[in-house]
């Protein structure tokens, strides 16, 4: 199993920045993809950025060119750096990660983060 902790969330302004940790425990060995995913208000949870074993990332079109992810393996632990941040932005920001050889899935407690207009 692979615990996931958030930290990093916070108030900021609309133009603003913020970097998000996930640090993961457990059998970390297995983690494969890590992936960012947030959730407002009312509406569905979704990606927004991912990071392979490799190095490949992908990103949802809303933050492409705002938003970095990136992974240090030796610290067990994946980031997210959010520059020029925008009211809609604002969501809780969740930590998954993926598992092999076992297809399983594991999901952090959560960040919020609000930016305001």
């Known amino acids: 199993q692979v615990q996931l902790v958030e930290s990093g969330g916070g108030l900021v302004q609309a133009g603003g920045s913020l970097r998000l940790s996930c640090a993961a425990s457990g059998s970390t060995s297995s983690i494969n993809a890590m992936e960012w995913h947030r959730q407002a208000p009312g509406k569905q949870r979704e990606p927004v950025a991912s990071?392979?074993?490799?190095?490949?990332?992908n990103y949802v079109d809303s933050v492409k060119g705002r938003f970095t992810i990136s992974r240090d393996n030796a610290k067990n632990t994946m980031y997210l750096q959010m520059n020029s941040l925008k009211p809609e932005d604002t969501a809780v920001y969740y930590c998954y990660v993926n598992t092999r050889p076992w297809d399983n899935g594991y999901w952090g407690q959560g960040t919020q983060v609000t930016v305001s207009s």
């Open positions: 990071i392979s074993s490799s190095g490949r990332t």
